[in-house]
């Protein structure tokens, strides 16, 4: 049930790249759409707890929680900054390796058990992941100081986030209770990125960041239940593969043509899968 778990939680994700994906093209602000599924997303995982009256908060759970919500929500603002400032082809593998944070933090601190064959699997999903991601475009006009500087902060953002949620399942702290304060406090620090940038706003906005928080509560409840029953080690090479999904969705949606190495990708990434249930 984890593996199906991990499954749903990359689906989501990359269901919500290819959101972001689309909305760019529209002019669209990330950061107003990820305000908007950070604040449905409160309301409606706030609302669930208090009619079923199941939620227990306390103070380590509203910070762990708030740290997760502004760590992915700056590491999107971080990337999006990265993508502006140098190429795609160099932006996305290598912010893509802050999967090997939380996975060397899984076994060297909460000591999961790994074989040397799904260690060979995680490697090469990993490695699906940079390849499927990789861009052969020929452009190097690089910005190289804010650009490496922004992609340092994405990986770490995103690095140090795989390893709070591990944190929060070792805990044993209550999901629902992560979401609320991980939506509340991602909510205030985009709030306050909004009028720090003054970007104008728009109403379809509103639309697709609530249609994105429905499909974010799906993913992280998935995601939660994952690392809570399942091996985080890997968990986490799985849901980095939710690029595959923006790729198939180019492929299925805007007719883009997949180049060789992307479907060797694709292929190398299943091969890995395999790898890890072994």
């Known amino acids: ?56 908060m306390n103070l380590i759970t509203i910070l762990l929680g708030s740290m997760i919500g502004i760590l992915n929500a700056n590491g999107n603002i971080q990337m999006s900054k990265a ?29 999961e058990h790994i074989t040397v064959i799904q260690w060979i699997g995680i490697i090469i999903m990993l490695g699906s992941a940079m390849i499927i991601q990789y861009s052969s475009d020929k452009n190097r006009n690089i910005n190289y100081l804010p650009w490496i500087l922004r992609v340092g902060l994405a990986i770490a953002s995103f690095g140090l986030l795989g390893i709070l949620m591990k944190t929060t399942s070792y805990l044993h702290i209550q999901s629902l209770a992560i979401l609320i304060s991980m939506y509340g406090g991602g909510s205030i620090y985009l709030a306050i990125s909004s009028i720090t940038m003054k970007e104008k706003w728009n109403g379809l906005e509103v639309n697709v960041g609530a249609v994105v928080g429905l499909i974010s509560i799906l993913g992280y409840s998935s995601y939660f239940f994952a690392l809570r029953t399942g091996t985080a080690s890997i968990v986490f090479p799985i849901v980095s593969l939710n690029c595959l999904v923006v790729v198939l969705a180019g492929y299925l949606i805007y007719k883009e043509k997949l180049k060789s190495y992307q479907i060797i990708g694709v292929f190398s990434a ?9």
């Open 270 to 278: 299943l091969l890995g899968i395999i790898f890890t249930k072994l």
């Open 83 to 111: 993508f502006e400032k140098g190429p795609a082809s160099l932006t996305s593998p290598l912010i893509g390796i802050n999967a090997i944070f939380p996975i060397l933090c899984a076994g060297l601190i909460f000591h």
């Open 1 to 56: 049930m984890w593996i199906a778990a991990a499954f749903v939680t990359m689906v989501s994700f990359g269901a919500n790249n290819t959101i972001f994906k689309w909305s760019t093209g529209r002019g669209l602000s990330k950061v107003h759409i990820q305000f908007f599924f950070y604040f449905v997303a409160f309301i409606l995982t706030l609302a669930f707890g208090i009619v079923n009256d199941s939620v227990h």
